[in-house]
């Protein structure tokens, strides 16, 4: 592998508006540090990438949004409050689906509106409208050793919406299907973004599908992880989903980040 470089200074984006707040997160674990002074800023209502090579912190950093990780120092911030554990405010999608064995899609699409109370027709209802967002209707009763890993995935992904959370943090959520599933889960999620109005933070090493997806793309370097770069692509994302990848702007963003990157891959 080739000696690390310093970071570049990111890319400067237009006005928005933050959901989420990152301030000089560093995180060890014993004697290994992790991400060091990361600093990242997530825009309401769009799709945030994080994309680097193995190792460099992306799910630490995910998992430190979410709660379910202390950082070493620095702070998140979800709404202008303080994280300091899981909340109600976030919602994950797990690589591995995590979905409950014994119960049906209906059940597992509810269970997280089940374990906040939320009365049993109330839940089912909205348990029923993703799962029918999600391209899952008519498997409500299905259980999830009768789907395939796309439909389980699917049901995870309805999961997280359901709870009406306004931050998804997913950590690669595609990547236990094949390619013709994942293109279609791509377009999907390009039109959940779209009809949601949730701000979505989402882990890749995939370079073709963070430009695919993203509004914002945060480049992290190996451990220490800090951001390398930010770069937000500009004019193909309203080209629809059958032109994206054709766009000169998605070719050439996918060749340089591949040529920041290649340095770091053994």
Same mark, same amino acid.
């Given at each position: 592998?080739?000696?690390?470089? @310093?970071?570049?200074?990111?890319?400067?984006?237009?006005?928005?508006?933050?959901?989420?707040?990152?301030?000089?997160?560093?995180?060890?674990?014993?004697?290994?540090?992790? !991400?060091?002074?990361?600093?990242?800023?997530?825009?309401?209502?769009?799709?945030?990438?994080?994309?680097?090579?193995?190792?460099?912190?992306?799910?630490? !950093?995910?998992?430190?949004? &979410?709660?379910?990780?202390?950082?070493?120092?620095? =702070?998140? =911030? %979800?709404?202008?409050?303080?994280?300091?554990?899981?909340?109600?405010?976030?919602?994950?999608?797990?690589?591995?689906?995590? !979905?409950?064995? +014994?119960?049906?899609?209906?059940?597992?699409?509810?269970?997280?509106?089940?374990?906040?109370?939320?009365?049993?027709?109330?839940?089912?209802?909205?348990? @029923?409208?993703?799962?029918?967002?999600?391209?899952?209707? $008519?498997?409500?009763?299905?259980?999830?050793?009768?789907?395939?890993?796309?439909?389980?995935?699917?049901?995870?992904? &309805?999961?997280?919406?359901?709870?009406?959370?306004?931050?998804?943090?997913?950590?690669?959520?595609?990547?236990?299907?094949?390619?013709?599933?994942?293109?279609?889960?791509? /377009?999907?999620?390009?039109?959940?973004?779209?009809?949601?109005?949730?701000?979505?933070?989402? %882990?890749?090493?995939?370079?073709?599908?963070? %430009?695919?997806?993203?509004?914002?793309?945060?480049? !992290?370097?190996?451990?220490?992880?800090?951001?390398? @770069?930010?770069?937000?692509?500009?004019?193909?994302?309203?080209? $629809?989903?059958?032109?994206?990848?054709?766009?000169? @702007?998605?070719?050439?963003?996918?060749? /340089?980040? +591949?040529?920041?990157?290649?340095?770091?891959?053994?």
């Amino acid at each position: 592998m080739s000696q690390i470089k @310093e970071p570049l200074a990111p890319t400067p984006a237009a006005e928005f508006e933050s959901a989420v707040s990152a301030r000089n997160i560093s995180k060890n674990y014993g004697d290994v540090q992790a !991400l060091q002074n990361m600093s990242l800023e997530f825009p309401r209502g769009q799709l945030t990438s994080l994309l680097g090579p193995s190792g460099c912190g992306k799910t630490t !950093l995910l998992k430190i949004i &979410a709660g379910l990780l202390e950082p070493t120092s620095g =702070e998140v =911030e %979800v709404n202008g409050k303080r994280v300091t554990g899981p909340g109600p405010d976030r919602a994950f999608v797990f690589q591995d689906f995590a !979905l409950l064995p +014994w119960a049906t899609v209906l059940r597992n699409v509810a269970f997280g509106l089940e374990m906040r109370g939320v009365a049993a027709s109330e839940r089912e209802a909205r348990a @029923e409208k993703y799962i029918k967002e999600v391209g899952l209707a $008519g498997f409500e009763h299905s259980y999830p050793h009768e789907l395939s890993g796309g439909m389980r995935q699917r049901v995870g992904l &309805a999961r997280a919406l359901a709870v009406d959370a306004q931050v998804l943090l997913m950590d690669e959520p595609f990547s236990a299907v094949d390619e013709q599933t994942r293109r279609k889960f791509q /377009e999907d999620l390009l039109q959940l973004v779209q009809n949601e109005n949730k701000t979505f933070i989402f %882990v890749t090493h995939s370079i073709e599908e963070a %430009v695919y997806v993203s509004d914002q793309i945060a480049i !992290l370097l190996p451990r220490p992880s800090r951001v390398s @770069e930010i770069i937000r692509p500009s004019s193909f994302r309203n080209k $629809g989903v059958d032109n994206i990848r054709r766009d000169p @702007e998605y070719l050439d963003i996918v060749d /340089e980040i +591949w040529a920041s990157l290649r340095t770091y891959v053994e």
